[in-house]
């Protein structure tokens, strides 16, 4: 006979779908490959790109199938600032497109959106379409799709300890009742179930600045799929390895 795993904290226990099985109410992916793909193809780099959104798109529809909660995509990272101008124009460009031709389905599929990160910096144009989508999409409950995009968990762990030294400074918070709940309320995802599942595709081991704190307890899947060519059956195929494993949070 199996040991029980052990408690989960609060707040990380996985949902059970109508069939019995293990669902991972959080996940969340690093989205890599997408150079790759296009170069093995002789493409450009924007072809993989393109096809990277199309592996979006069919995300979402297994997330949604598999009863999942929330799927954050690491979209766009504070270091990606660093690519050729060419290549950031190229990704601005998709996303404003994809939010054009995705907003309909998205409404209808019941997806509500977050943004964390500072998107801000994409300037006022996508800002505003970003926010109307996010409006829009306020009452949606059957999904919720959290999109990192200039985002860098180092600068949001950085910025929640500043929010709750100022706090202690102004005399509205005792320095001594700071606590590991205290920071996460802080955190950009605060209101978020706790990340159960991170997902890389490309074959790379390393979470690159995403969701430092919130993986802290999260079952990691690392594969070689080029995130172009992850579809509804690789996910689906990290779920069950997901619904395989034993979690145990510290315990034996």
């Known amino acids: 006979m199996k040991p029980k795993p052990a408690a989960a904290p609060e707040g990380a226990n996985p949902l059970a779908n109508a069939g019995g099985s293990i669902v991972p109410r959080h996940v969340a992916i690093i989205m890599d490959g997408n150079g790759r ?135 509205t918070l005792d320095p001594d009742s700071i606590d590991e709940g205290a920071l996460g309320a802080e955190l950009q995802t605060a209101g978020l179930p706790e990340l159960d599942l991170l997902i890389r595709t490309s074959g790379e081991v390393r979470l690159s600045n995403f969701l430092l704190w919130q993986a802290a307890y999260a079952e990691m899947l690392f594969t070689p799929v080029l995130w172009p060519d992850f579809d509804e059956t690789q996910f689906k195929a990290a779920v069950a390895e997901f619904a395989a494993r034993q979690r145990r949070f510290g315990g034996r």
């Open 37 to 171: 793909w296009a170069a093995q193809r002789g493409l450009p780099r924007v072809a993989g790109h393109r096809a990277g959104a199309e592996a979006v798109r069919k995300t979402l529809r297994a997330a949604a199938e598999c009863g999942v909660d929330t799927l954050t995509l690491y979209a766009f990272s504070s270091e990606n600032w660093r690519r050729p101008e060419g290549e950031i124009s190229d990704l601005k460009g998709l996303l404003g497109y994809y939010l054009e031709r995705e907003l309909n389905l998205l409404a209808k599929e019941g997806v509500r959106l977050k943004l964390i990160g500072d998107y801000a910096a994409f300037g006022p144009d996508l800002v505003e379409r970003l926010e109307k989508a996010i409006e829009r999409l306020a009452e949606n409950s059957r999904l919720t799709l959290v999109v990192a995009l200039n985002y860098g968990s180092r600068t949001e762990i950085a910025d929640a300890a500043r929010t709750l030294a100022r706090k202690a400074k102004a005399g």
